[in-house]
């Protein structure tokens, strides 16, 4: 009987461990869970009150529930103070009625808030702007929000900006693109009309588009360029250069432009202007052209009469006087039409090619020309001239002009013209100098030696051509040309012209 | 055996400038050629053409062409001239106050057998209608007109 019942509680004892095991084993899983649920608040605890975000729960009632740390910093009241009131008391009056619509329809668990935009008052009676996004479970609201108070901010600076400045801009609504919604001060301005007049009807009847430039800007915006005309309301045409922003989507547009009036009347009066000088060019070179031809032929028939009355005739005394200034002259008549005939030459060409031009192979030839002429010939060439960048028919024309002038205006015996050159350390442009003993010119008209049909003297004859010509043809040239020079003390022109090293290092 | 041209044609607006080349010809031993003068390029081509006033003219073995001249200009009458086939061989030598390089380059770009100026100077002009003679007409063997 004491066997059966020390087996009995054998077997009880036993049970009763097994349960307590069993219970232990439990509790023990039970502890871990609860750990493990108390690791994770804490971690959504941290994450909350560590976020910029503002993070709360809501009951139905609109009371807060749960608010992470950040609220009471961004509003300026304690989490108490927030939890004792409905959050309704919070809102702006005047956004407390999208603030109820919003939180009716989390009513129904599928829908999202998402860019709900409302405003509060602070403690210290600013306004806050939240940027929403919160789900509901029927129960409770989550929801986080963000303070977007500076953006807004911003936002109004613009628009108030836009409303006192003087820019161009308009704006266009998703739900009417047609028509502007906003215009800026400055636009209202300069079309002469008020904002109710100028969003009633389509802009594109206020601007008038003469030219557009579709630039695709990226996924999710088209920028348009273009050019437009405008009348205003006292009939003045305006001329603006738009950048049009338009949104893909919506296609709503932000349009803000550049008053072009003033550059395009300066414009037009450049090519009235351009225009006149083209056509006083005309008439020029039709002139120049006349002298070239026409008045070339007269002198020549003056001289051949001359000669022809010389040779065919029996001239009677003193006569002989005449003829010869009747011949002078009519050559003197043809050296200034010649001349003329160059400078118009020159004038004319265009696109003119540089080419390398070895100046000594120039001046040799000049000089043998005038020493043919000259028995007692003094022009010395310095054998190192260098090769320079230009034309040889143009430099030719140049330098015999500089030497036929020292030899011409000079009263030495001994009649002395030397071109040599002083090098340019780099080489670009080294100086040439014509040098000669003559009769040198006072300072005072330095200026004036180069003007056309400019002379300084009477005493030896001349057209007033030559050095107008040669400084013409140094400066299309692109070199310069100066001169140092005193009554008796004989001229030195001083010439530098682009080498042919330097093109060649460009 | 070279044939002696026979007949020059001289197209030169100024009378002055057309006696001093016909007395420079007849100076220097070429008066035995004959020399019709015209005065504008419309006349030189009715001439060359035989037409109007011109039908009965004899085609010249020889053209002195000025290239200023009223109406028709020198390089007109010369371009329509190389145009056709009857006159594109009859010698041109351009004889003109221009010495500008574009005209040079354009007178021979049409089809000019040489281009003279006419020299200020009244002995220079003789002894260019020397040495044209000399060459054109004593020395160069001219085409049939």
């Known amino acids: ?506 | 055996m070279k044939r002696t041209p026979h007949h020059l044609l001289l197209v030169e607006d100024r009378k002055q400038d057309a006696r001093q080349v016909i007395r420079a010809l007849n100076k220097l031993g070429w008066g035995y050629i004959p020399v019709d003068v015209v005065e504008d390029g419309v006349s030189a081509l009715d001439y060359l053409f035989q037409r109007n006033m011109h039908s009965t003219a004899e085609r010249p073995d020889l053209i002195l062409l000025d290239w200023m001249l009223p109406l028709k200009n020198g390089i007109e009458v010369l371009r329509e001239m190389r145009m056709s086939p009857l006159l594109t061989k009859i010698p041109v030598i351009i004889f003109t106050t221009s010495s500008s390089e574009s005209d040079v380059e354009e007178a021979h770009a049409a089809g000019a057998n040489a281009y003279l100026r006419k020299p200020i100077d009244p002995k220079e002009f003789e002894d260019v209608i020397q040495a044209l003679g000399t060459f054109w007409i004593d020395h160069a063997f001219l085409p049939r007109p």
């Open chain 1, 1 to 506: 009987m004491t066997q059966e019942l020390e087996l009995h509680d054998w077997v009880m004892v036993t049970l009763l461990l097994l349960v307590c095991i069993l219970f232990w084993l439990r509790n023990k899983e039970y502890h871990k869970k609860s750990l493990e649920y108390k690791n994770q608040k804490e971690l959504l605890d941290k994450w909350f009150n560590s976020s910029s975000d503002l993070h709360c729960t809501l009951s139905a009632g609109g009371m807060f529930t749960f608010l992470s740390k950040g609220w009471a910093k961004t509003t300026g009241y304690s989490l108490e103070e927030l939890k004792s009131k409905p959050y309704i008391d919070f809102v702006h009056p005047q956004d407390r009625k999208k603030t109820i619509a919003e939180a009716s329809a989390l009513q129904d668990t599928n829908h999202y808030t998402t860019r709900f935009v409302n405003r509060h008052i602070r403690k210290d009676k600013t306004e806050l702007y939240l940027e929403w996004t919160a789900a509901s479970d029927g129960i409770q609201i989550y929801a986080t929000a963000k303070d977007i108070s500076e953006y807004h901010k911003k936002d109004i600076d613009l628009k108030h900006w836009l409303l006192v400045g003087l820019e161009l801009v308009a704006t266009t609504k998703l739900t009417d693109p047609e028509k502007w919604s906003f215009v800026s001060k400055g636009l209202q301005q300069l079309l002469g009309r008020t904002e109710a007049e100028l969003t009633s009807r389509p802009w594109r009847e206020w601007i008038e588009f003469e030219e557009e430039f579709e630039e695709e800007f990226d996924n999710f915006t088209i920028i348009t360029k273009a050019k437009t005309k405008t009348k205003t309301i006292n009939g003045s045409k305006i001329h603006l250069l738009w950048n049009i922003t338009q949104d893909r989507h919506s296609g709503s547009m932000y349009m803000s432009a550049t008053n072009m009036t003033e550059f395009i009347k300066q414009q037009e009066h450049l090519k009235s202007i351009i225009h006149e000088l083209e056509q006083a060019n005309m008439a020029l070179s039709g002139f120049a052209n006349v002298a070239a031809h026409q008045l070339r032929s007269p002198p020549r028939s003056i001289l051949g009469a001359a000669q022809i009355i010389e040779e065919d005739f029996e001239i009677p005394e003193g006569m002989h006087e005449y003829i010869r200034d009747i011949k002078q002259d009519a050559i003197l008549l043809s050296d200034i039409v010649d001349g003329l005939h160059k400078v118009s030459d020159i004038r004319k060409l265009k696109g003119l090619k540089a080419l390398p031009v070895d100046l000594n192979t120039i001046l040799r030839p000049i000089r043998i020309t005038y020493c043919r002429e000259v028995p007692d010939c003094h022009i010395k060439i310095n054998p190192d001239l260098p090769v320079v960048l230009g034309d040889q028919t143009l430099l030719t024309e140049a330098f015999s002009n500089l030497i036929d002038n020292g030899l011409k205006f000079n009263k030495s015996i001994v009649k002395m013209v030397k071109v040599y050159v002083i090098p340019d350390p780099q080489n670009f442009a080294p100086t040439i100098i014509v040098e000669d003993n003559g009769v040198g010119i006072d300072p005072t008209y330095h200026k004036k030696l180069f003007l056309l049909f400019e002379r300084l003297t009477t005493e030896f004859p001349g057209t007033g051509v030559g050095l107008y010509l040669t400084k013409m043809i140094i400066e299309r040239l692109g070199g310069t040309i100066r001169l140092e020079s005193e009554v008796d003390r004989g001229t030195k022109f001083f010439i530098s012209l682009p080498t042919h090293k330097k093109e060649s290092s460009v």
